[in-house]
Nanobody, 118 residues
């Protein structure tokens, strides 16, 4: 298993920016996919952005053009740069690490709150 620790959440006004970070334990960080998910009150957890071990990315339609996911393999860290934030981006954001080859795992961080005020 991989341990994940998120940071960078907070309160921001609409139109502002935040950068989330997720630090992972272990020595094979560059060999698995990372993702950011979010869960708003009363809603299901949804994928926001993901990045493969090769650096390929995909985004939810609702954040395309505003959010950017990146990874720094030597720092064992994945980032989510969030720009032009909207009140509907308010949620708890979770970091995810997934590897399907041996050793396989699907790990989650504790989550970090992002609140966007109008």
């Amino acid at each position: 298993q991989v341990q994940l620790v998120e940071s960078g959440g907070g309160l921001v006004q609409a139109g502002g920016s935040l950068r989330l970070s997720c630090a992972a334990s272990g020595s094979i960080f560059g060999r698995y996919a990372m993702g950011w998910y979010r869960q708003a009150p009363g809603k299901q957890r949804e994928l926001v952005a993901a990045i493969t071990s090769m650096g390929d990315t995909n985004y939810a339609d609702s954040v395309k053009g505003r959010f950017n996911i990146s990874r720094h393999n030597t720092k064992n860290t994945v980032y989510l740069q969030m720009n032009s934030l909207k009140p509907e981006d308010t949620a708890v954001y979770f970091c995810n690490a997934k590897r399907t080859l041996f050793p396989a795992f699907n790990s989650w961080g504790q989550g970090t709150q992002v609140t966007v005020s109008s």
